[in-house]
C-alpha cells in the first residue's frame, strides 16, 4: 500500500529541488526540438509536477515490493551499479 504523506513529502522536496528546475528547463528543449509552442510556466510546472509524482509512485511502490536488481560490475574501477529491472531506480556502488 502507498503512504500518500510521504509520497507528498517527497514529491514537495524535489519541487523545491534543483533537479525540478532541470526538468522545467528539458522540458522546453523538449517542445523547441519537436516545433512546438511552449506551454505557458505554470502548465510547464504541472506537466514536470505530474510526471514526478507518478515516477515517485512507482519507485515507492517497487520500494515496498523489493527491488528487483541487476547487477553491473565494472572492476578495474572497483565500482558497481545496481539498477531495478522493476522501476528503474539506480545504486551506485564502491567496493
Known amino acids: ?3 500518500h ?3 507528498e513529502r517527497r514529491l514537495e522536496r524535489y519541487l523545491q529541488s534543483d533537479d ?3 526538468d522545467i528547463g ?3 528543449n523538449d517542445y523547441c526540438a519537436q ?3 511552449v506551454p505557458s510556466e505554470e502548465q510547464l510546472w504541472e506537466e514536470a509536477a505530474a510526471e514526478a509524482r507518478k515516477c515517485l509512485e512507482t519507485m515507492m511502490i517497487c520500494e515496498a515490493k523489493g527491488h528487483l536488481w541487476k547487477e553491473t560490475a565494472d572492476p578495474e574501477n572497483g565500482t558497481s551499479t545496481l539498477s531495478c529491472r522493476r522501476c528503474g531506480a539506480e545504486e551506485h556502488l564502491r567496493w
Open 35 to 37: 516545433g512546438l509552442p
Open 20 to 22: 525540478f528546475q532541470t
Open 1 to 3: 500500500m502507498l503512504d
Open 5 to 7: 504523506s510521504e509520497l
Open 26 to 28: 528539458a522540458l522546453v
